[in-house]
Nanobody, 126 residues
Framework: QVQLGESGGGAVQAGGSLRLACAGS????????MGWFRQAPGNEREFVAS????????YYADFVKGRFTMSRDKAKDTVFLQMNLLKPEDTAIYYC???????????????????WGKGTLVTVYS
């Protein structure tokens, strides 16, 4: 099985940047598409970004396009979410998740994920 742990959250001023990381332990990420999701209080969880197993294909929610970039490291054991030009509405708990044998497109469309991290809080102040 895979265990996921997010890190890199924090509090930043609007317009600032954060880099989130999701590190896995146990099984390798080599066969997993990965996704980032977020949930703000009172809101439903929403899709943020996804990446294919080889890192070649990414998808982004419209509200983060041009600001966020998802990537995988060369060893494919960690995924990242570089968040630039942060806005107060980006404030949420950010979760990473893994989907075995799925495409990044399927993750973007809402396919069920197999493993979830516990989340990291991002707070953006105006």
């Amino acid at each position: 099985q895979v265990q996921l742990g997010e890190s890199g959250g924090g509090a930043v001023q609007a317009g600032g940047s954060l880099r989130l990381a999701c590190a896995g332990s146990g099984r390798s990420f080599s066969n997993y598409a990965m996704g980032w999701f977020r949930q703000a209080p009172g809101n439903e969880r929403e899709f943020v970004a996804s990446i294919s197993v080889n890192g070649a294909i990414t998808y982004y929610a419209d509200f983060v396009k041009g600001r966020f970039t998802m990537s995988r490291d060369k060893a494919k054991d960690t995924v990242f979410l570089q968040m630039n030009l942060l806005k107060p509405e980006d404030t949420a708990i950010y979760y990473c998740a893994a989907a075995w044998g799925k495409s990044s497109a399927a993750v973007a469309k809402g396919v069920g994920m197999d493993y979830w991290g516990k989340g990291t809080l991002v707070t953006v102040y105006s």
